[in-house]
């Protein structure tokens, strides 16, 4: 949800053309009410599906800019779709769309984006040292995060995030990747790392990894 909230509110500002798998349109359109404000904009909404593991162009400009172009992947990450789903919808969308990372690509750079990322087989991690630029999941620091502060609260794990300490953490799988600018987001206000004087902070930077703020801008 957090990644779709803002097509409610921009769509009083520009026509919207939403790249998306089946998946989630499904997920939006069929079972949200609240979402079904995407049908009276005016011009209407336009859907694009985005296939698996195919790159889909986003912009394409015509004549000797051509090279230019800029491509879209939707990679799949093993994860599972929101509890909020009913079991019927559940049951009929494909598991391998329930949770995808981006992989933008123009003119031979490309960039890894994951929000919600469960850490789950090798694929992730292969497509993370190819990239340029990876922007990944920080929600929380340690798998216990959120039911130290809230009782009866899932664990990230549970909640398809991983981690970004402890054994088999984030740092722990990627140490050995050094290619790619990696860049933690999608930080929950728990994450002791939105601390730039705490451990945690101190343990990202001497990393080698980078905390993203409001406004940062990346060159590639």
Same mark, same amino acid.
């Given at each position: 949800?957090?990644?779709?909230?803002?097509?409610?509110?921009?769509?009083?500002?520009?026509?919207?053309?939403?790249?998306?798998?089946?998946?989630?349109?499904?997920?939006?359109?069929?079972?949200?009410?609240?979402?079904?404000?995407?049908?009276?904009?005016?011009?209407?909404?336009?859907?694009?599906?985005?296939?698996?593991?195919?790159?889909?162009?986003?912009?394409?400009?015509?004549?000797?800019?051509?090279?230019? &172009?800029? !491509?879209?992947?939707?990679?799949?990450?093993?994860?599972?779709?929101?509890?909020?789903?009913?079991?019927?919808?559940?049951?009929?969308?494909?598991?391998?769309?329930?949770?995808?990372?981006?992989?933008?690509?123009? &003119?031979?750079?490309? !960039?890894?984006?994951?929000?919600?990322?469960?850490?789950?087989?090798?694929?992730?991690?292969?497509?993370?040292?190819?990239?340029?630029?990876?922007?990944?999941?920080?929600?929380?620091?340690?798998?216990?995060?959120?039911?130290?502060?809230?009782?009866?609260?899932?664990?990230?794990?549970?909640?398809?995030?991983?981690?970004?300490?402890?054994?088999?953490?984030?740092?722990?799988?990627?140490?050995?990747?050094?290619?790619?600018?990696?860049?933690?987001?999608?930080?929950?206000?728990?994450?002791?790392?939105?601390?730039?004087?705490?451990?945690?902070?101190?343990?990202?930077?001497?990393?080698?990894?980078?905390?993203?703020?409001?406004?940062?801008? !990346?060159?590639?």
């Amino acid at each position: 949800m957090d990644c779709v909230l803002g097509l409610l509110h921009l769509r009083e500002f520009q026509p919207l053309r939403i790249y998306s798998t089946l998946a989630v349109k499904r997920a939006l359109t069929e079972e949200n009410r609240l979402f079904q404000t995407l049908t009276r904009s005016n011009p209407p909404v336009r859907w694009e599906q985005v296939p698996l593991d195919r790159l889909v162009p986003l912009f394409q400009p015509a004549g000797p800019a051509k090279k230019t &172009s800029l !491509f879209c992947k939707a990679v799949p990450l093993n994860g599972a779709y929101p509890d909020y789903l009913s079991d019927a919808l559940r049951r009929a969308l494909p598991e391998d769309e329930a949770v995808i990372a981006l992989q933008l690509v123009q &003119s031979e750079k490309s !960039f890894f984006y994951a929000p919600s990322l469960a850490g789950r087989g090798e694929d992730w991690r292969r497509r993370v040292s190819e990239s340029h630029l990876a922007l990944l999941d920080g929600t929380f620091w340690t798998d216990d995060e959120l039911p130290k502060v809230q009782s009866g609260s899932k664990t990230a794990r549970q909640m398809g995030h991983l981690p970004v300490s402890g054994s088999s953490g984030l740092l722990d799988q990627l140490k050995l990747v050094r290619n790619p600018r990696r860049v933690l987001i999608h930080l929950n206000n728990t994450n002791p790392i939105l601390d730039e004087e705490s451990d945690a902070h101190r343990a990202v930077r001497d990393a080698g990894w980078e905390v993203a703020y409001d406004g940062m801008e !990346f060159a590639l």
